[in-house]
Structures are given as structure tokens and as C-alpha cells.
């Protein structure tokens, strides 16, 4: 799954960050987790820069899909430097567009807002 350990490097040099979850049932390759990144950033360009996201993905095992409950595929995460939660049926909506334009069959498994509770 996604590095535990970039999230946490994130949250302590931002402070708060909020990560949408997607599950694609297939392989994705750089090319198209490029345009879903440059795709969101051009519709948010109000509430969000470039700098301020990165994007982290992973094949889903047998094994973690049946944790998920899911099927394998791969695990996309976008992780965004501030609290973006009132914009997440926004984000939800954009992401899962681009993977229908792109032909990759995907469900949205949720957003999550951490801080450094500094």
C-alpha cells in the first residue's frame, strides 16, 4: 500500500494534509496519473498549486483487497498540503471522471484530514 512514511514526513512539514482515496481495478501507468494530477490542479486552480499535492499509488494485492474488501488493482492516493475536506465531492467528482475518460473502472474509498497536532 502507500507509504505510511511520506504521509507523515507531510504532515509534519505541513501541518495538515487531506487524502482522497481511489481504488482502480487495473494497472495505471505515469502517463495517465499525470493527466488526473494536471486535470485536478487546472479545475482547482483557485484552492490549489502545484507544489502542494503529491499523488502515490500501488498495486493492491490479493491479500490487501481482501482486507479492503475490494479487488485488486491499484490503491490511488491524492494527498494535498491543507485541509481540502469541504471540497471533497468536488475532488471525488473530477478524479473518477478522468478514470472513466481514461477507461479505468474505479470507486472512491474516501477522504482523510490528519494534522501534526503540534
Keep these: ?4 512514511s511520506e504521509i507523515q514526513n507531510w504532515i509534519q512539514k505541513h ?16 502517463s495517465d496519473i499525470d ?3 494536471h ?13 502542494e499535492m503529491i499523488v502515490l499509488y500501488d498495486p493492491i494485492t490479493e491479500d490487501e ?8 488493482g491499484t490503491s490511488l492516493v491524492f494527498i494535498i498540503a ?3 475536506a469541504h471540497l ?6 473530477i478524479v ?3 478514470l472513466d475518460f481514461l477507461r479505468f473502472k474505479a470507486n472512491y474509498l474516501g477522504s482523510t484530514s490528519s494534522d501534526s497536532n503540534v
Excluded: C, P
Excluded at 1 to 4: R, V
Excluded at 39 to 51: M, R, S, V, Y
Design 88 to 93: 471533497e465531492n468536488r475532488i471525488k467528482e
Design 96 to 98: 473518477l471522471h478522468g
Design 15 to 30: 501541518g495538515v494534509v487531506t487524502s482522497f482515496t481511489f481504488i482502480i481495478y487495473g494497472t495505471i501507468i505515469t
Design 82 to 84: 491543507k485541509d481540502m
Design 65 to 72: 483487497a481482501r482486507a479492503w474488501e475490494v479487488f485488486q
Design 35 to 37: 493527466i488526473l494530477t
Design 1 to 4: 500500500m502507500y507509504n505510511d
Design 39 to 51: 486535470g485536478l490542479i487546472l479545475q482547482l486552480k483557485n484552492e490549489l498549486n502545484t507544489g
